[in-house]
């Protein structure tokens, strides 16, 4: 769903932050073939599945990826127009945590805050730049205040919720780098119909449409 937040142009350049097997990476680049978009992920195993799908899906030259911890990654500072992330939701210390690594790693701040994510996306971004990340709505004040404080200052809020009377399950913000003050709070992106069938929007976003024309 993070994939349907950035405004995407032909030309910009992208990096996912904590990238996993680069699914965000590859729906980017279905909304928009000519970006160029770098994933950073510290498991070398999902790097290496992100690899494959890059190469099966004939994306090689458009999309690369980095192994490595995304609070320093060696990439040029103010190289990136856009930045994108889908980080640990939970503190040190809240929940229960996954007997996997791999979990562990993807939904707890174990290795990585959100401060540091905030850190590190405001090095990556040009003047102007945008970072677009999801969250849990719990968590909205922490959100806002990090991105600020990262000088990232927060533009877009969108909520995500299973239906019209539910509660949100989800949070999608944009912050530009040296953005001036103004949130925009756009309306919700509804996962399901009254009838309990996704939504036209929802199946946009995972292009279900295009397979259903296939």
């Known amino acids: ?24 990476c590859l729906l980017l680049l279905q909304r928009e073939k000519a970006l160029r978009v770098t994933g950073v992920e510290v498991q070398g195993a999902a790097v290496s599945l992100a690899e494959r799908a890059a190469e099966k899906n004939g994306l090689t030259d458009r999309l690369s990826f980095f192994q ?17 992330c889908n980080p640990p939701y939970y503190p040190v210390g809240s929940g229960r945590l996954s ?23 405001a090095r990556l971004l040009r003047w102007g730049g945008s970072f677009c990340l999801c969250h849990k709505p719990e968590r ?5 205040c990090t991105l600020r404080q990262a000088g990232l200052e927060p533009k877009r809020l969108r909520f995500v919720a299973k239906t019209s009377g539910a509660a949100p399950s989800l ?16 309306p919700p992106l509804l996962l399901q119909t009254p009838e309990g069938l996704p939504t036209a929007e929802l199946d946009a976003i995972y292009f279900r449409t295009q397979e259903d024309a296939l």
């Open 68 to 84: 490595g911890d995304l609070r320093a990654a060696p990439l040029t500072a103010g190289a990136f127009d856009l930045v994108v």
């Open 140 to 144: 909205l004040c922490d959100v806002l």
């Open 99 to 121: 007997q996997a690594d791999a979990l562990r790693t993807a939904r707890s701040e174990l290795h990585c805050t959100l401060e540091e994510v905030g850190k590190a996306a």
């Open 171 to 186: 949070l999608l913000v944009e912050g530009r780098r040296g953005g001036k003050p103004g949130l925009t709070v756009e």
């Open 1 to 24: 769903m993070l994939s349907s937040l950035p405004r995407l142009r032909p030309g910009l350049r992208v990096c996912d932050l904590g990238c996993g097997t680069g699914l965000l």
